[in-house]
């Protein structure tokens, strides 16, 4: 693969003694995964009807499976049924590392296309039962409609789609106990000391890197709900998180 010239350089700066193991892993196989719906049969039911040869289980998510190159879930009638979502599996963390706790009310600030949103609405109803509410927003129009129909193909009914500006939020100081948001780039150090020092919107905020402009999540952050801290600050990492 030929990258940019311009990236190359930037990468390089950024991770010193591995840019070669960086560069190397884009000759790696490519890793694909699904994560199964829990919410419409559990994992005992899944594996009597698995129509997939290849499934390993992904470490830090037990309902995620890697699945080989061959296979097309995409393809299966089982997805459009909602049975399972199909996901990169460096994403399937969010459900697993979020500190859920009863009746907590959790607002996903970029949620399209809604593998962030799934994930977590999952780990919520494994750990609460009904007892909480997901509220899944993206500011874009377009990727709002994708997200309302994976959430609907989801099916949980403690999950609402919204499509507002994050300062339309504003108003609800303190009703949520956890926003998720997704940054769009390497946290910038006047995003790192934001954090530290000053204004954290709620009680609990994760922090996602994915690689789009990262100017729109600052704003979303800075603009958004505010509450006061009551938490432990949690910062992730994760290549993608759709």
Partial sequence: MKLPVAFEEKMKRLL??????????YKLPKYQGLRV??????????EKINPFTSLKTVP???EGFYYDAHEKPG??????AGLYYIQEPSAMSPGAYLPIEPGDRVLDMCAAPGGKT???AASLREKLGDNFVLVANEV???RAGVLASNVALWGDPNVVVTSDDPSAFAPLEGFFDIIVARTDGPLSSDMRAFIIS???????LALFFTSMISARIATAISSGVSAPISRPIGVWTDSITS
């Fill in 75 to 80: 393809k299966h009638p089982y997805y459009f």
């Fill in 16 to 25: 010193k003694d591995e840019y070669e193991a960086y560069l190397a892993s």
């Fill in 60 to 62: 830090w998510c037990k």
């Fill in 37 to 46: 719906n829990t919410l419409k049969l559990s994992l005992e039911e899944w």
């Fill in 118 to 120: 799934t994930d977590i």
């Fill in 198 to 204: 000053t204004g954290i919107p709620a009680p609990f």
């Fill in 140 to 142: 874009m129009k377009q």
